[in-house]
Structure formats: C-alpha cells, structure tokens
C-alpha cells in the first residue's frame, strides 16, 4: 500500500498565519483496483498557492464556507492520472482539478466541474494553475467585465507582477489601453515594465505617505485611471480612487486586511460619488458563464508567447506553508506553484 | 424700473458655510418691453435648496465648476412668466427652471433645457422641485438604476424623511421591498415609518458607536441588505456594508465631509468583495434619459397622493442663507424651500 502525504488545517490563525497552523500527516493510499466506478486516481505534479486560501483559513464571515479543521487544505492542482475508472480518462491524461494540498486524489470524474483535461502540447501543464487557469481567468472576468477597457484608456492594477496582475495589464495592452502596474521593489518593477511590456510601474514600497504615491501615480496615469484592478486594497486603493477618471470602473479582487485581521479603511470613499465610479467586488468562480471564451484567448496567448508569466516554484508538499506564508507577505515572484514530483 | 434681488456667493468657505460667505445685492430689473427675443422674465415663487450646493461653493475637485465668486448663487427656481418674448410661453404659465437665488430671472427660452412649463392642476408647484423634481428623479435613478429593487427584498436609504431619501423609500415600497430608513431624531423617524410608511427608522443619534448602530440594523433588516442609496456616508455607511446581503447594489448619491472639510473613512472597505457588492457613484443631471420616465411615475404617484413629502419652507430671500447653513445641519424636516412671494 503507498502513502498519501497531506497538509491539513491544524488550527486557525489569529493574525498572520505561521507553520504551526498546518500538519503534515501521511494517510494509506488505496491500490488502484480498489477505485469505484467513475473515479479517477490522479497524481498531483504542481499544487497552487493563492490569496483567497487565507480568507478560507478563518472563521469569520466570507464569501465561502471555512476550510474546516484537520481536513485535507484546499486548493487547485494540475496533476496526471494514474488509474482510472471512468471511460473518458485514461491513464496518462494530464488534468486540472481541485485535488487540495496533497500528493494524489481520488477524484469523481463522474461529477462534472471536479476534473478537466488539458492539452500540454503548447501549454506548460504548470500554466493551467496560473495564466490558462484561475488567475488568469479572474484577470480576464475583472477586466473585461468590470473595467471594460478601450482603446487610449488606462488602466492601473495592483500586484503587477503576480499572476492575476500580470495578465490583466497583458490583456489591457492587447486592448490598446496605457498600463500601470503596481509592485513591490525594483526587481518585480522592472520585470513589469521591461518583460511584461507595462507602460509604467510604481514600487509602493517607495512611498511612505499617500501623497507621495499620488504624485507618482500622477506622473505614471497623467491622462487619470479609467479602469482599475485592485488586488491588494489599503493605500494603492486610495491613490488610485484619487486619481480616477469620471465614470472610472474598479474591480476589486483582494483586499489585504492588517497585521491583525482588522480590515484597512478606505481614506477617500467620497471620490466614488465626485468621479461617479462603478466600484465591484467579484469572485471568478460565481462567472463560469465566461470561462470557455476567457481560457480560449489565454490559451491562445499563452500558446503563442503573447502572454508572459513567471512562476515562484517550491519544492516538495512540506515547503507548502512555508511558501504560502511567503506568498501572504509578497515574497514570491509570479504565480507561486509548489512542485510535488 | 423694478428691482430684483439677489444673493452671491461673497467668498468660499473654509469648513462649514457661515452667513458671511452670502451676500444680499440689489440689481435694477429691466423693465418687460426691453426684454430680447425669444426671452422670457420669470418671477420665482420658489427657491430649491440643496445638499449639492455646497460642494459648488468650493475650488476643490467636484463633477461640477464651481460657483463663480459675486456671481448669484446657483439653485433650481420655480415660478410663473410676467411677461414672454418667446410664443412658447404666456404670461401666467408656471414654469421650472434654475433661475439662482433671486426673485426674478430673465430666461432664453428658445436654448433648450433652461425652462419648463409645468402643470399646476393636481401638483402643487413648489413639488417641482422636490418630490416631481429633480430630489425625485435622483431617488428614481438610484433606487431604480442602480439597486435595482425587488419584491421581497430589503432596500435601505439614509436622510430617509429628506427629498431624496423620503421617495426612495416609497417608491421601493411601491416595488414591494422591505423599506429601512435612517433619520436623525425621533420626530424624524415617526414621520419616516408612520406617515410614508417604511416598515422600520433607525435614529442614528441614538448610536455613538459603529457596533450599537450595527445591532439596530440588524435588528430592522434581519434578512440582510439587498440594496443601499446612499446619502450621507460615515458610519451608517459601514453599518450597511456590513449587513448587505451577496451582490447587493449601493447607490452613492451624497457623502458628508467632516467638520473641516476632510473625507471621512470608510472602514469596511473589505466587505465589497466579501458580499461581491457595487458600489456606484452617480449625479442625476448626467442621465436626462431617465427624465421623463422618472417624472411621469413621480407625477402620478404625488397626484393621486400616493407618494407623501415634506417641506420646509424659509420666508424671503434673505432667509436663505440660513436655512441652507441648517439643511447642512440636518435642521431641515423634509424638502427645504425658500418662499418668495
């Protein structure tokens, strides 16, 4: 019998989340011949690592149900099926599911939405948890649904270099649009601009005060913001609100909390009514009408180079919360991904 | 020769308006016969005074130039033609306008949008400049272009017994929706649930902390919020925030500025992705498409008696100083007007 290595929610976090919140447990693996009928046995080749996690992580009131308590975390993975009872899998089909921060899973596939096969002749499988995945699909809803970009515009996004914010400012300057990236420190900036083709790039960590951000942001958006994609929230979202243009759309997608949990305030909710702006929250999997055309354009781009994208990749399931901790505090560098084979 | 009196804007104020920043002027009126072709000289019964004036008094950025210093203070007019170059308009016709704080205005009639004859039959005229007026057609927008109401579910609205708020609510109990208001002080709050009929009141007076009013508005909305229009911001603001229901609808027609003039916070900023909510920012004038849709409901409905308002109505023009300094206040109950004649 082989082993299954899995994380679990060993407690919840009281502010920022540490090491001592997962465990690591080995559980039995059962042999194939034992699958019923219509599940699949997968092997996880990458898990993903993303924001909302942390949200799933406490008790409080979110848009979705806790991670509950010494369960198997959440969470996205792309991965190989190794046995199969279900006619439309075969072994050796690379699939994309939500198998969660374990070594393999027994998934389903009768039930529809849980699996999902790709193709990994033009497309690394690693992408379909990143820019031809989630990420990348959250970019396209909130941009395209949200911002609505045209041509001449500009749009700004926070956590430019991340793999939600990288593909939105791609998407806008396919769209014509001047892009301003937000991120922190010269090497992801720099990565933004010279790599990803942005207009512009603010290093946050530059500018202690709201005004001084707002004077670069002047200087970066000197036509004002007609769309914004907001990743993080805090002072980012204020100078931006600042410097919106009349009937500018803002997508909010994540919003940081503080140190210990308690929400940040917004310092200029007054400018939604002088811009008169649409400001909306969103999460992408309540828009699975817009999946199919939003990985068929991703797909595309990405297949064909036109969509760049980096990966902050750790190795082995043990680095997982070491890494997700990491992620929390902006210390990866484009999608975090943690490689399991 | 007649004379016509006036107020101009005789400086800007720092903070909160005084007296001083007004002053009164006395013109010449030219007599009819010199009156030019196609102008129209229109004697006001009525001046409209309104929260959005105070924002014009200012420099600072607003969707809207400011007021011209010793210029006459802008605001909407209601009155009857003593005497008519242009063949549209008769001596006798009642007519709406934005004739500013003075007693009489000579109107080009023939540039469209400065002018409109109004019925008198079944409206009281001063009505067209609260509830079949431009505070009407704002609530219509909002309430119907924004929160988007629906039978069975809540919709909420602060400064509930003003012009604005007062019709909002009706016209979402007329959708059939739950009604909860927010009014300042008891008297208020009585008139708001037993005169117009809003199934709940919350007298924010009585809450000096974000948790007690939270408690109240729990209690008056149990089923959650399903949309907000927003006249006033601060803490009834988060209070709502928090108790919005998934992809409820804010409408964001006004929003207080503190004692000097600064913005004040919004401290939940969080829950427009938590609830996935929009948060929309918007000025009537800018959606003249809605116009007479939104006044021939609102018509109707205060004709037949189905749609109640308030009035405070200040006597003479140069009361008029201080009865706007008291609508900024929240002195005002209902609709506040400036008699003059």
């Known amino acids: 019998m082989s082993i299954n290595r899995q994380i679990v929610l060993a407690s919840r976090p009281q502010g920022e989340p540490s090491a001592d919140n997962f465990r690591l447990v080995e559980s039995p693996l059962a042999p194939p011949e034992q699958l019923a009928d219509g599940q699949v046995l997968v092997r996880h080749h990458f898990l993903s690592l993303d924001p909302y ?3 799933r992580m406490s008790e409080g009131k979110s848009y979705a149900q806790p991670q509950p308590l010494n369960e198997v975390m959440i969470g996205g993975t792309v991965g190989e099926v190794i046995a199969s009872r279900h006619p439309q899998y075969a072994v050796g089909d690379k699939v994309v599911g939500m198998g969660g921060w374990q070594e393999y899973a027994v998934v389903n596939a009768a039930q529809p939405g849980l699996l999902r096969k790709v193709d990994t002749t033009h497309i690394p499988l690693s992408a379909y948890l990143g820019a031809v995945g989630m990420p990348g699909v959250t970019a396209w809803y909130g941009l395209m649904k949200i911002c609505e970009p045209r041509a001449g515009g500009t749009i700004s996004v926070s956590a430019a270099s991340g793999a939600v914010g990288s593909a939105v400012g791609q998407l806008a300057k396919s769209r014509g649009c001047r ?8 090497d992801k900036c720099r990565y933004v601009v010279e790599e990803l083709g942005f207009d512009a790039c603010i290093d946050y960590r530059q500018h202690a005060t ?11 958006a000197p ?6 994609f907001e990743n ?10 600042l410097q919106m243009n009349a009937f500018g759309r803002i997508a909010v997608c994540g919003m940081i909390a503080g140190y210990n949990g308690e929400p940040i305030p917004l310092r200029h909710p007054q400018m939604i009514l002088t811009s008169r702006l649409r400001v909306e929250g969103f999460i992408v999997s309540e828009h699975m009408e817009v999946w199919p055309e939003a990985l068929k354009e991703l797909g595309t781009l990405v297949a064909t180079g036109r969509l760049k994208y980096r990966e902050s ?22 999608k975090q991904l943690v490689k399991l084979i």
């Open 53 to 55: 996690m942390r949200g």
């Open 179 to 186: 892009v301003v990236g937000f991120a922190g420190g010269p």
């Open 210 to 220: 709201l005004d001084s951000l707002q004077a670069a942001l002047r200087e970066a």
């Open 223 to 228: 036509q004002g913001i007609d769309g914004h």
């Open 232 to 241: 993080v929230g805090g002072m980012v979202l204020d100078a931006v609100l």
């Open 313 to 334: 990749v750790a190795q082995g399931l043990a680095s997982a919360p070491e890494a997700f901790i990491g992620l929390l505090k902006g210390r990866n560098f484009g």
